[in-house]
């Protein structure tokens, strides 16, 4: 991986949509489908279940009877992130192409999709990170979406949440230049197709380019 004396960076891309979108399907198939074109690629899930921020997140998503302020629970998903930070930076200096199933997006959806949780207070605690390359939004309609294996019985698994967070994500969509909508409403084989070939051009594109932070 070495030109002219410099390590190639791997690139940074993210997976990011509503509930049964398909995202860890596809998450996992990337990562092979990557190292099948001689790409080192790495899987990483937000939130990570476990480190010891995701235990009580997993505790709080699980159970609903779980009390948690909100501005709480937001910060420690944001926590959850910073914690696999050194890790991150230490993998993509490696040359290591991370594929990550949900990050700083999700957070932000997610609680601003709450009452009386303003945007800007929830972009707060993810400054700093590091910035994807690349953004994925497998979009699916309500009808699609409920052909797919029913909602279990986590926090935010019901239609009113997924129609606000919706919301949230076409806002965040808008905002930013390095997003792609990806209609999520084919065959796995196909929506598969489309996500490697853009991967390769963007792992290609960025290998000498600085990783950015989010701001
Ligand atoms: N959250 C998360 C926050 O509030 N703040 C944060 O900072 C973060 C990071 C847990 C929750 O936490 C919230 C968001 C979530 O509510 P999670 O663990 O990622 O997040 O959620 P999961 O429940 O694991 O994942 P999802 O329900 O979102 O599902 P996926 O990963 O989008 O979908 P997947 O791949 O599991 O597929 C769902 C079903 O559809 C089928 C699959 O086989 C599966 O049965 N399927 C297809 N069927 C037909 N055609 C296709 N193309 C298909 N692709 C998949
Ligand atoms: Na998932």
Not at 179 to 200: D, G, P, Y
Request: charged fraction near 30%; proline fraction near 3%.
């Amino acid at each position: 991986f070495k030109i002219m004396g410099q390590i190639k960076r791997g690139a940074l891309i993210v997976v990011e949509g509503l509930d049964r979108s398909g995202k860890s399907t596809q998450c996992k198939k990337l990562v092979q489908s990557l190292e099948k074109h001689n790409v080192k690629a790495k899987l990483m899930c937000f939130p990570d279940r476990s480190t010891l921020t995701g235990k009580l997140i997993d505790e709080y998503l699980k159970n609903k009877e779980c009390k948690l302020n909100d501005h709480a629970i937001h910060l420690l998903f944001s926590a959850n992130r910073w914690e696999n930070v050194d890790n991150m930076k230490a993998l993509l200096d490696d040359g290591v192409t991370l594929i990550l199933d949900r990050y700083s997006y999700s957070g932000i959806a997610y609680s601003a999709a709450k009452k009386n949780m303003s945007l800007d207070w929830c972009k707060y605690p993810e400054i700093g990170l590091p910035k994807p390359d690349l953004v994925f939004l497998l979009t699916l309609s309500n009808e699609e979406s409920l052909k797919r294996p029913g909602f279990g019985t986590e926090r935010y698994e019901n239609v009113e949440a997924q129609r606000k967070v919706a919301k949230v994500y076409s806002q965040l969509c808008n905002e930013n230049d390095n997003w792609v909508v990806i209609n999520a409403a084919r065959s796995i084989e196909e929506v598969q197709k489309e996500l490697v070939q853009k991967c390769i051009e963007k792992i290609d594109e960025v290998k000498m380019v600085p990783l950015g932070v989010l701001q």
